[in-house]
């Protein structure tokens, strides 16, 4: 299941500052999900929940005319190169040269490989600087979209801080290079413990279940009702929902995260991106996205987690290729 869009519209030009082996380092091999698109086989590579709530920061949006200088530069100009909030400041996510990314990935080895999506290449690696183990993404320099999403990565990650959204370390922006610096999630993510689960692999127990549902839920929850103006994730689904050792969630990817409505506003209108089986079809129908959309993904996950189905599968009858359909038609049946 890919990642879908239509044209854009007019209000579409507002922010969107728009992994496998263990590569030598130890530890547990895991592919972890952190690119755009990525799949069960081009994998993406991620606590506790009583833990005292983050204080919300507030998210600039940037102007249309930068917005769209960035995108057709392709993120070849000076503005695109050193990413900045609506105040010009650069962000406060660190910087690494090209150089230092090569060797934490032993010069991006095919031992390192973690999976590959929209985005680009993700690799493991090791900081010579501190001797962190991190995941590298690295942007396809032929991909149409990649510079908007690491703009919009590197800026909402920058701003936004929650024990359930992924840390995004830093990055790099060194000529045309454009690269992601995360932490490293062992346990990848969770789509690889629901689907295809190998024989010699225990699947998920309930009650770890509901603590990845709860956790997921209170990362939605932070940006949708912390962070002002809200923020819509817009491509909550189980790829995207990373794990550590001890299997605590974590919401990774936003490159296609969007500013919500503020004030009086009810939605956002927007091209429709999103992925096939978990965007809402109200939003899929009319470009006009809310919260609720992100509310719509979030059921849709929910459901994979009790039924342990995909949410589009087309290898089921015809009846049951799409989850929610059909959980609606046996609900419907069995009233």
């Given at each position: 299941?890919g990642?879908?869009?239509?044209f854009?519209?007019?209000a579409?030009?507002?922010?969107n500052?728009k992994f496998?082996a263990?590569?030598?380092y130890?530890?547990?091999?895991?592919?972890a999900a952190?690119?755009?698109?990525?799949?069960r086989?081009?994998?993406?590579?991620?606590?506790?929940?009583?833990?005292?709530p983050?204080?919300?920061?507030?998210?600039e949006?940037?102007s249309?005319?930068?917005?769209k200088a960035?995108a057709?530069?392709?993120?070849l100009t000076?503005?695109?190169s050193v990413?900045k909030?609506a105040?010009?400041?650069a962000?406060?996510?660190?910087?690494?040269t090209?150089?230092e990314l090569a060797t934490?990935?032993?010069?991006?080895r095919?031992e390192c490989f973690l999976g590959e999506?929209?985005?680009?290449?993700?690799y493991?690696?090791?900081?010579?600087?501190?001797?962190?183990?991190v995941?590298?993404?690295?942007?396809?320099?032929d991909?149409l979209q990649?510079n908007?999403?690491?703009?919009?990565?590197?800026?909402?990650?920058?701003?936004?801080h929650h024990?359930?959204?992924?840390?995004?370390?830093g990055y790099?922006a060194?000529?045309d290079?454009?690269?992601?610096v995360?932490?490293?999630?062992p346990?990848?993510s969770?789509?690889?413990h629901l689907?295809?689960i190998?024989l010699?692999?225990?699947?998920?127990?309930?009650n770890t279940?509901m603590?990845?549902?709860a956790g997921?839920?209170k990362?939605?929850e932070?940006?949708?009702d912390?962070a002002?103006?809200?923020?819509?994730?817009?491509d909550?689904?189980?790829?995207?929902?990373l794990?550590?050792e001890?299997f605590?969630p974590?919401l990774?990817?936003?490159?296609?995260a969007?500013?919500?409505p503020v004030?009086d506003?009810s939605?956002?209108s927007?091209?429709?991106?999103?992925?096939?089986?978990?965007?809402?079809?109200?939003?899929a129908?009319?470009g006009?996205?809310?919260?609720k959309?992100?509310?719509?993904?979030?059921?849709?996950v929910l459901?994979e987690?009790?039924t342990?189905?995909?949410?589009?599968d087309?290898t089921?009858?015809h009846?049951?290729?799409?989850?929610v359909?059909w959980?609606?038609d046996?609900?419907?049946?069995y009233k």
């Amino acid at each position: 299941m890919g990642c879908f869009s239509c044209f854009d519209s007019p209000a579409d030009e507002q922010l969107n500052p728009k992994f496998g082996a263990d590569c030598g380092y130890g530890g547990t091999s895991a592919a972890a999900a952190y690119g755009a698109g990525f799949g069960r086989h081009g994998d993406r590579g991620y606590p506790d929940l009583q833990q005292a709530p983050m204080a919300a920061p507030r998210v600039e949006k940037l102007s249309a005319a930068a917005e769209k200088a960035r995108a057709k530069s392709n993120g070849l100009t000076k503005e695109a190169s050193v990413p900045k909030d609506a105040n010009g400041n650069a962000i406060s996510a660190q910087t690494f040269t090209f150089r230092e990314l090569a060797t934490a990935t032993r010069n991006f080895r095919p031992e390192c490989f973690l999976g590959e999506g929209g985005f680009g290449r993700v690799y493991k690696g090791r900081l010579e600087s501190t001797g962190q183990v991190v995941a590298i993404k690295q942007l396809n320099r032929d991909g149409l979209q990649g510079n908007r999403e690491f703009l919009v990565e590197v800026l909402m990650l920058s701003l936004l801080h929650h024990q359930n959204l992924v840390n995004l370390i830093g990055y790099c922006a060194d000529g045309d290079q454009r690269l992601l610096v995360y932490e490293y999630m062992p346990s990848g993510s969770l789509e690889d413990h629901l689907h295809d689960i190998p024989l010699d692999k225990e699947a998920l127990d309930w009650n770890t279940r509901m603590k990845i549902a709860a956790g997921a839920a209170k990362g939605l929850e932070y940006l949708h009702d912390k962070a002002n103006p809200p923020v819509i994730y817009r491509d909550f689904k189980s790829s995207n929902i990373l794990l550590d050792e001890s299997f605590h969630p974590k919401l990774s990817d936003f490159g296609l995260a969007k500013l919500g409505p503020v004030g009086d506003k009810s939605h956002v209108s927007t091209r429709v991106m999103g992925t096939y089986g978990y965007c809402a079809p109200e939003y899929a129908m009319t470009g006009q996205l809310t919260v609720k959309s992100d509310v719509y993904s979030f059921g849709v996950v929910l459901l994979e987690l009790i039924t342990g189905r995909r949410a589009i599968d087309s290898t089921r009858p015809h009846g049951e290729q799409n989850l929610v359909s059909w959980v609606s038609d046996d609900l419907f049946t069995y009233k």
